[in-house]
């Protein structure tokens, strides 16, 4: 099932959650809404849930408008952050909650609903524990309950509200694997609300980026990381370095290095912001000459395969790290204190709007 969002706009007195936000989620994606505390993404989660009314604007399922529907009726499953299960019910409860309140001729029979729950528990890999209850088992086991309580309804739609949000690494690590691989067997259209960068770039097809209420970029992991719409996703999608400095007729002059800018060749003399990875940065023992900056080592980590370099801040940005291989590191031969030369292979400029 495909979900249209046309100009969504929803407040809470004098705060704007949503402004005017529109979306194409297609059927059997799971797409990650990603975005800082406070930015609308659970709002708009919970707008799809028919959990909140807009202000204005519409809901589509597969074309049908949707706004207005209740939740029970719109054949969506939602899986809370915090599980939501009912601590006095055993496991094998919990999972057919949904099937067993069913009205009349739609609730299944007792045989039907034992298997099913037996079948889901399994796909879960915990039909082991039917007979506990939610205290008896970890936070990732129970995270996984709560999700096949929400597949037993058999949902058109799956909702994830911050769903490892309570877990520790490891187990929100093994979890978001484990729910792609879930649904790469599934291909239920389903949206999870992250605030996790690495998470919704590893587990979704797509990724909605949203700051205050709007949508900064909608687009495939890949898009959202080698093209940056705006400063704000650059800055919000893993580590970067920032230069400041001035264009000019289609060149960048920042942080005394002058760098290629087609996309601003009708620019006078404005002001703009370079941003660079540090996987970007390339590291120089001695002057390679032209297009190099020198600087000097504050700090060495180097742990496992790769290392992160701490150098002295651009006077125009701020904070410069480098992250190179650490086998590179060896045969460079440098550490904190060297002074050592630096270059950006690949660099994004945007006019800067403060300017």
């Given amino acids: 099932m495909s979900i249209t969002i046309q100009n969504l706009t929803k407040r809470f007195g004098s705060f704007t959650a949503l402004d005017d936000v529109s979306l194409e989620l297609p059927s059997g994606e799971l797409t990650a809404l990603l975005g800082p505390s406070g930015s609308g993404k659970t709002t708009l989660l919970r707008i799809i849930a028919g959990m ?25 499953g939602f899986v809370f952050q915090h599980y939501a299960l009912f601590r006095h019910m055993s496991i094998f409860d919990n999972v057919a909650f949904g099937l067993t309140v069913k009205k009349g001729r739609e609730r299944p029979g007792r045989a039907e609903i034992a298997e099913k729950v037996h079948r889901l528990l399994k796909m879960v890999q915990l039909d082991w524990c039917a007979d506990r209850y939610p205290h008896q088992l970890s936070g990732g086991q129970r995270q996984r309950i709560a999700l096949a309580r929400a597949l037993a309804v058999e949902p058109k739609v799956l909702l994830l509200d911050e769903p490892f949000g309570a877990l520790d690494t490891k187990v929100r690590t093994e979890l978001r694997r484990w729910l792609r691989r879930l649904h790469d067997e599934m291909h239920i259209t389903s949206v999870f609300v992250t605030h996790d960068q690495e998470e919704a770039m590893e587990v979704s097809d797509r990724v909605v980026v949203i700051s205050q209420g709007k949508v900064e970029q909608y687009g495939t992991p890949a898009d959202i990381y080698e093209t940056p719409a705006n400063p704000f996703v650059f800055q919000f999608i893993g580590h970067v370095n920032l230069f400041r400095g001035r264009v000019h007729k289609g060149w960048a002059e920042v942080g005394g290095v002058a760098l290629p800018s087609p996309e601003h060749d009708q620019v006078d003399d404005h002001p703009a912001v370079a941003y660079v990875r540090p996987h970007d940065v390339s590291i120089h023992r001695t002057d390679p000459g032209a297009g190099a900056v020198k600087t000097v080592i504050r700090h060495v980590h180097a742990i496992g395969p790769m290392a992160r370099i701490e150098l002295e801040p651009d006077p125009t940005g701020g904070p410069v790290e480098a992250h190179i291989p650490t086998r590179e590191l060896e045969e460079l031969k440098i550490g904190a204190g060297d002074t050592i030369w630096i270059s950006p292979r690949k660099a994004t400029v945007f006019l800067d709007a403060k300017g």
Avoid: K, M, N, Y
Wanted: hydrophobic share 30%; charged share 25%.
């Fill in 52 to 76: 909140e009314l807009p202000d204005r604007g519409q809901v589509l399922f597969s074309g049908q408008d949707a706004t207005h529907v209740s939740p029970a009726e719109r054949g969506v």
